[in-house]
């Protein structure tokens, strides 16, 4: 019977040690899971900030604000604010009148295509109130009427 009692002890330190092993295996398992906890929070925070981002996005805006938008060149920049009237004119450059303001100049450069020779433009997009004519001209003018005596 003593050979039974050894064999059999031994059979249940093996078990307590197998159970000690597979609870170190799990307390070492922690830290890395506590890591990929940590790293998913950040990934997640990271994608926040894209998405807020992209919310904040000018074409975004006019779509779900029905706000209009116009383009304003970087080196015309100077010429805006708050504010700043804004001028329609019906032929050229003469017989023109104010058709709107400046709400607000947003934030990010854009690029765009000028409309009279084609060339890309670096530039910003502005939230403007308009006339339903002033939103359909290809040009405005920002602060005055081009040839200010006509």
Known sequence: MGWCGERGGTGLRRE??????????????????GLQIEQQRR????????VNRLAQSPYLKAI???????FIANQNLRNIKLGTP????????????????????????????HPH?????????????VTEWGASEAVLFAGAKPLWFL
């Open 16 to 33: 307590v040690e197998k159970a000690r092993l597979d609870r170190d295996n799990k307390l070492g398992m922690r830290a890395p899971l």
């Open 43 to 50: 990934l997640i925070k990271d994608q926040e900030a894209v």
């Open 117 to 129: 020779d084609e060339n890309v433009q670096r530039g910003v997009m502005m939230e403007i109130d």
């Open 64 to 70: 779900e604000n029905k706000v209009t938008l116009a």
């Open 86 to 113: 804004l001028y329609g004119c019906i032929w050229g450059l003469v017989w023109c009148h104010k058709v709107g303001t400046v709400k607000a100049v947003l934030d990010g450069e854009v690029q765009d295509i």
